[in-house]
């Protein structure tokens, strides 16, 4: 039982390493010694298929120590109930937190600072489901028992509360669609940069009628007509941002 427990885990980590020389250019060249020795995410999915075996056996400590231990050593905490299919790669890694009730498919890539957490303190499945091919972006958060269909491409730091459609690439916060299978979507309710702001337009309607006293007031007062109210800025333009 043991002895077939190993092989299997063996067999995973063949995969999880051939996974991280076929994403990972500066894994190409490199020995299978040197990226289990050095390559933190392939470390952090090796503790993790040992640790999700003995979780599956029973076991409770032990698989918690290790999570613990290979927080430590590589920033990367996944659940030992989380479950992950073949060729899973992690890139770079530091910050990422899959929780328990996570399942993820085959051939997934996720980067660094990615969560697949839960949105409160709820019980039974509360984290998300991956499906095969998939990539999440740096620092993407998906929180929830959403499914990210097939293909789908979280762009890096979106927020993802809802689910993804097949091959659909998602990006911002709230996470929304701007690629299907490559392509814009198109129709009614697909343009989310240009969305009606009805605060906004209510403070500039406020605006131009202050705008238009003030005019009137100096006019009654014999004085010039220079209204203190200044246009709101617009919303698209140059930013504010430094570089
Ligand atoms: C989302 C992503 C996968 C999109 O790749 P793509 O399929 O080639 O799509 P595009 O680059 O054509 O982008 C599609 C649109 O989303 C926008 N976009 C792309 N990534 C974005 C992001 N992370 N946040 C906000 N908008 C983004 C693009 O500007 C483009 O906008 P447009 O429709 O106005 O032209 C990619 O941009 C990304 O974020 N990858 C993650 C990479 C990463 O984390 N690398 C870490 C290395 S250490």
């Avoid at 899959?98 to 890539?109: C, N, P, Q």
């Avoid at 039974?124 to 972006?137: L, S, Y």
């Avoid at 499914?147 to 097949?166: F, L, R, S, Y």
């Avoid at 007031?217 to 800025?233: H, I, M, P, S």
């Amino acid at each position: 039982m043991a002895g077939l427990t190993m092989r299997r885990i063996a067999k995973e980590v063949r995969a999880d390493v051939a996974a991280a020389r076929d994403r990972d250019p500066a894994a190409r060249s490199v020995s299978t010694f040197a990226i289990l020795s050095s390559w933190g995410g392939v470390q952090a999915l090796l503790a993790h298929r040992i640790a999700h075996a003995m979780h599956l056996n029973g076991s409770k400590v032990v698989p918690r120590i290790i999570v613990y231990a290979t927080r430590a050593l590589t920033g990367i905490e996944i659940h030992p109930g989380a479950r992950i299919g073949a060729e899973f790669f992690i890139d770079h890694g530091s910050g990422v937190v899959i929780g328990e009730t996570a399942e993820i498919g085959d051939r997934v890539t996720v980067y660094q600072g990615v969560t697949l957490g839960g949105t409160g303190f709820q019980r039974g499945k509360r984290h998300p489901t991956i499906q095969d091919n998939v990539t999440i972006g740096s620092g993407a958060k998906l929180l929830g028992p959403v499914t990210i269909g097939h293909g789908a491409k979280i762009g890096a730091n979106t927020v993802v509360v809802t689910d993804v459609p097949e091959q659909a690439t998602v990006v911002g916060n709230p996470g929304h669609i701007v690629r299907v299978e490559g392509r814009r979507p198109e129709g009614p309710d697909t343009d989310w940069i240009h969305l009606p702001d009805p605060i906004a337009d209510a403070i500039k309607n406020l605006s131009d009628r202050l705008a238009e006293i003030e005019r009137r007031l100096a006019t009654l007062d014999g004085g010039d007509a220079e209204a203190e109210v200044r246009e709101l800025r617009p919303k698209q333009g140059p930013t504010t941002a430094g570089g």
